[in-house]
């Protein structure tokens, strides 16, 4: 089974907007932490952000915020306000169990269009 | 947050020749870094997990004679590509641990 499931290949967005972006998790490890990362055309991996499975509370970062259902294991980007410069691609990672060094198992990434 | 580089950024490279891509912690020390390989429009794909001192743990599939992998110091690893072919073009990104992963700029290979 993926471990990460991202469903949406594509996504546009009216900039200005808000959009969410899907992502779906399999674990049964009770400690894990989930990561979303923005990969311009450059190819750089950006970290945007970080909700470990024990936070009681979504995480949120600037005009980003993760919506965290636990119970339905999904971990959903919200950028509010998209911009032009939010065109990208898009993955949701996890690591499991709570050691940094561990792996992440990456989705297959949601391409982000922002509609001027 | 923490800086990793890598070098070069864009190679290209004849058929049968080796090349090397270091991968650079620039304000930290990490004992553990990744390899991962990204085809165009796809995810990213774990090659192997580079350990300092250490041989490195390469997962199924990958050819550990063909991408050598060495972890010589804390903030150093570099990845070998030997007799490269065409199909071993591909985007090439490592990333270090510091608390969390943080990732390089990637390496563009081309193996004419």
């Known amino acids: 089974a993926q471990k990460i499931t991202q469903t949406q290949p594509g996504m546009f967005v009216q900039e200005k907007e808000a959009v969410t972006l899907d992502c779906t998790y399999d674990t049964s490890d009770p400690s894990y932490g989930l990561f979303w990362y923005k990969q311009p055309s450059s190819g750089e991996m950006i970290f945007l952000i970080y909700q470990g499975s024990y936070d009681q509370q979504n995480a949120t970062e600037g005009r980003y915020s993760l919506n965290f259902q636990k119970a339905r294991k999904s971990a959903n980007l919200v950028i509010s306000a998209s911009q032009l410069g939010d065109s990208a691609m898009y993955f949701c990672a996890m690591r499991e169990g709570s050691n940094t060094g561990n792996q992440f198992y990456f989705g297959t990434g949601t391409s982000l269009t922002v509609i001027p | 947050g923490a800086v990793v580089s890598q070098h070069p950024s864009r190679v290209i490279c004849k058929s049968g020749t080796s090349v090397k891509i270091e991968c650079r912690s620039l304000d930290f020390q990490a004992t553990t870094m990744f390899w991962y390989r990204q085809f165009p429009k796809q995810s990213l794909m774990l090659m192997a997990t580079s350990n300092e001192g250490s041989k490195a743990t390469y997962e199924q599939g990958v050819e550990k004679d063909k991408f050598l992998i060495n972890h010589a110091s804390l903030t150093l690893s570099t990845l070998t590509v030997t007799s490269a072919h065409p199909e071993d073009s591909s985007f090439y990104i490592c990333?270090?641990?510091?608390?969390?992963?943080?990732f390089g700029p990637g390496t563009r290979l081309t193996v004419l």
């Open positions: 990333s270090a641990i510091y608390h969390t992963q943080y």
